[in-house]
């Protein structure tokens, strides 16, 4: 079974429209970590975000915003205003403890955004 | 942020040679450092985590004697594909980490593509 899940194969959206990444994580671990990066046709991941297990105070950035809900567990991506900068491969990672005790992410198979003009 | 480096960007050679590809932090100390595979359109595959002075813990099915990981101090990391061969085809993302706790931040290097012939 995954335990990083990105529904969305694929999404595409008109500029200034908002959209929503979906990512639901599966994990028996109480404390783990939650990314998402982008990955534009560069192929070079930026790193946008990092929340702990015990953080679910959502959070904003700009036109970014992220909602961590454990009760779920889901940690989406919402993207306000969509641009055309904004099309990119978007992957959610969780990272937790590995036998060995160190962290060890995995990630989702991607969402693909496409913001046309 | 800090900065990883990879080199080279690109490499293609002939099936039966061996390329090496280099992973570098260049502005902190990367206790951990892990190589991932990519194929088109496809998620990140972890390949194997290393940490500094010690052997590389290798994933399930990726062959050790293939993929030679050989990470000898806390800024460089080192990726031998051994012996290629066409289906060794893709796309190498090295990532760094100062720590083995899921707190560190992972930075990502841009990524070799490496086409075998």
């Known amino acids: 079974a995954q335990k990083v899940t990105q529904a969305q194969t694929e999404i595409s959206v008109v500029e200034k429209e908002d959209v929503t990444l979906d990512c639901v994580y599966e994990?028996?671990?109480?404390?783990?970590?939650l990314f998402w990066y982008k990955q534009p046709p560069s192929g070079e991941l930026v790193f946008l975000i990092r929340r702990n297990s015990f953080d679910e105070q959502n959070e904003i950035s700009g036109r970014y915003s992220w909602n961590f809900q454990k009760s779920t567990s889901s940690f989406n991506f919402t993207i306000t205003a969509s641009q055309v900068v904004d099309s990119a491969v978007y992957f959610c990672?969780?990272?937790?403890?590995?036998?060995?005790?160190?962290?060890?992410?995995?990630f989702g198979r991607g969402t693909s955004l496409i913001v046309h003009p | 942020g800090a900065v990883v480096s990879q080199h080279p960007s690109r490499v293609i050679c002939k099936s039966g040679t061996s390329v090496k590809i280099e992973c570098r932090s260049l502005?902190?100390?990367?206790?951990?450092m892990f190589w991932y595979r990519q194929f088109p359109k496809q998620s990140l595959m972890l390949m194997a985590t290393?940490?500094?002075?010690?052997?590389?813990?290798?994933e399930q099915g990726v062959e050790k004697d293939k993929f030679l990981i050989n990470h000898a101090s806390l800024t460089l990391s080192t990726l031998t594909v051994t012996s290629a061969h066409p289906e060794d085809s893709s796309f190498y993302i090295c990532?760094?980490?100062?720590?083995?706790?899921?707190?560190?931040?992972?930075?990502f290097g841009p990524g070799t593509r490496l086409t075998v012939t």
């Open positions: 994990t028996r671990d109480t404390t783990y970590y």
């Open positions: 290393s940490n500094e002075g010690s052997k590389a813990t290798y």
């Open positions: 990532s760094a980490r100062r720590g083995a706790g899921g707190t560190y931040e992972q930075y």
């Open positions: 990672a969780l990272s937790e403890r590995a036998s060995g005790g160190s962290y060890i992410p995995t």
């Open positions: 502005d902190f100390q990367a206790t951990t």
